[in-house]
């Protein structure tokens, strides 16, 4: 597809909330040796469960490796649509593009540089060749017109409303392995072109020990416009008990685009995890990938959740917060199925169901 | 895509004619060190051109392997669209689907099996196990459901007139190195199932030298029903000189499937062509691949071409017989711009503008 050299901020294209309909969800397939335990087998099962329960909700693509093609296709039901898009990794929500709509039936995409989550200074692999294309690529299968942006960014770090209000989070997209040629100012000014915003909300940090750097993803989003859910704590021994305040501090002394003030959700989270030695050792440690140590906190969240046509995808731990967190967000959208899946192997990873994903609007 | 169980003439599915009006043209691109020369750059051109020309007149895909994704993508025009599709050599005519048509909108495929025009038994090249997996992979992109033929067939060795007939070789379909277990009259009623016809009209042989045991399709065509282009020369020391005399034996003592005599074109050959000694040493060989030594005799051949909605793409090779060839087609398609474009790196890869495209239907 062609390669606009204006933005969507002139061209009348924003980014739709997540919670608007969309025509399908695009993911990619986990096979990193160095990063999955056990040859990538128990990540792989997981991600065919997560694929298998979108696709009961809307259209679900997975890209692939050519190497894994049978595998993934043997493994995946039949109401998933697998084609070849190559990765270095399976986040799709950060090497994917970022979709833009005008409102009038119009689609198009933002392929954004990545450098694989700080590149050579804390990135979390080498290379990240295959992922520069995955955004290509899947504007291409789409249909959809492509912007390129002119820095670094994942869609992990940065929710929309809909309506000219991007949430992020200074720890992510400040940090100077992203684009230290850039001031915040710069920054927002690129964020308000490349996703047609007008207001970004600025959350300090996101969630302790996030291999992202803090992306908002994990941290904080949108249930709806002027509506936010906001991870939590009420134990001032969790590593996020100031956090979860600082966040909160600000949401409750912004507005948005539209000069609403947001009523925020608080959603427990689960306890400190932690990585297993067992879990460590099943991995195969090389010099390309970040270290995966037993022990290492684990920035698990249930904010890492997907909004799918109907659903709410939650990744749940096998903790006694699961229970909770299911009935908040049941509350929260009465009007869609909340359905939990195992999120400790995508976990272990780095991410969860929400980095694994990308929508597409309608 | 769902793979279905019966099979097209239980379904009412059948092979349009290449002549009727298609959605798009699917081709794959070339990489072969060991089979096309200067690291297959001068086949790479030539392909382009072929897309870019086709793509003048109706929407074209490109597959490409993932190493080559870069160097495709800037080698190609815009209007060309590029994805990733592996294949270990560029033949989609031979390793991609047959598009069916059930005359009422749908659209459907035949995976057929394939082992490089021989498996270990004259075959072109070693592996083939990305080929094996083209045609799924287009079927799925092309959201077709598909049908897998229980015998190996390159969709170069058939014709079909879109009504009820098929045109084939006994050469190639009764190679002991395609599917020594099946009599003649199994391949029939094969054919006459996977691609709902009703008559099969053997030809003797192909062309002389082909590679793929005499693929008709560089023997000879439909122009329409009852209308068959053979190839044809006059020149009694021209190994084809027998060839296409049986062939027009056989066409004019048949009657197609609607009871119909057929009209024969004849269509000169160049004279025969052979791989100059700079052209094989320019290959990098090596034990994966066919041997394509200095002054070995090439099956050129103007039958070749390949139809587009408005359009003859007709490879020639830099012979005084190029014009006629042009003419004569200009001749039986008024309707139809012929484009020339250069055939000779096609050639040297063992096939031609036909044996590179694969047409799928409206």
Chains 1, 2 share one sequence.
């Not at 997975?62 to 049978?70: A, E, L, M």
């Not at 909340?338 to 929400?354: F, M, Q, T, Y």
Request: glycine share 8%; aromatic share 10%.
């Amino acid at each position: 597809m062609p390669t606009l050299s204006t933005t969507p901020a002139q061209d009348g294209y924003t980014m739709p909330g997540e919670f608007e309909p969309h025509t399908g969800t695009w993911m990619l397939w986990p096979q990193r040796f160095d990063t999955y335990r056990m040859g990538a087998v128990y990540a792989q099962r997981t991600w065919v469960t997560v694929a298998e329960t979108i696709a009961r909700f809307e259209p679900l693509t997975i890209g692939v490796n050519h190497d894994q093609y049978r595998r993934a296709r043997k493994m995946l039901p039949p109401t998933v649509r697998v084609l070849e898009i190559s990765s270095n990794d399976a986040w799709t929500r950060d090497s994917g593009p970022t979709f833009l709509t005008n409102r009038q039936g119009g689609i198009r995409g933002v392929h954004w540089q990545f450098n694989a989550w700080g590149g050579f200074n804390g990135g979390a692999y080498f290379p990240w060749d295959e992922d520069l294309l995955v955004a290509e690529k899947i504007l291409t299968l789409a249909g959809a017109d492509r912007y390129c942006a002119p820095f670094i960014l994942e869609g992990g770090s940065i929710h929309s409303d809909g309506q000219g209000t991007i949430l992020t989070t200074e720890e992510c997209l400040l940090n100077p392995n992203r684009n230290p040629h850039l001031a915040k100012e710069q920054i927002e000014a690129y964020l308000k072109s490349y996703l047609g915003a007008q207001t970004v909300i600025w959350l300090p940090r996101g969630v302790a020990f996030d291999e992202t750097s803090g992306h908002v993803d994990n941290f904080a989003c949108f249930a709806r416009p002027a509506e936010v859910i906001l991870a939590w704590s009420d134990d001032p021994n969790n590593p996020n008990y100031e956090r979860v305040r600082e966040g909160l501090a600000v949401l409750e002394n912004s507005r948005d685009a539209q000069g609403r003030p947001f009523t925020v959700h608080k959603l427990q989270l689960p306890p400190q995890l932690h990585r297993t030695k067992e879990e460590a050792l099943e991995i195969d440690e090389n010099e390309f990938a970040r270290d995966r140590l037993a022990d290492l906190p684990l920035a698990g969240s249930y904010v890492n959740f997907y909004l799918v046509n109907g659903g709410v995808i939650l990744p749940v731990f096998g903790e006694a917060t699961d229970a909770n967190a299911i009935a908040v967000l049941q509350g929260i959208f009465p009007d869609r199925q909340v359905v939990a899946v195992p999120g400790r192997e995508i976990l272990l990873g780095g991410g969860n169901v929400h980095c694994i994903t990308q929508q597409q609007p309608a």
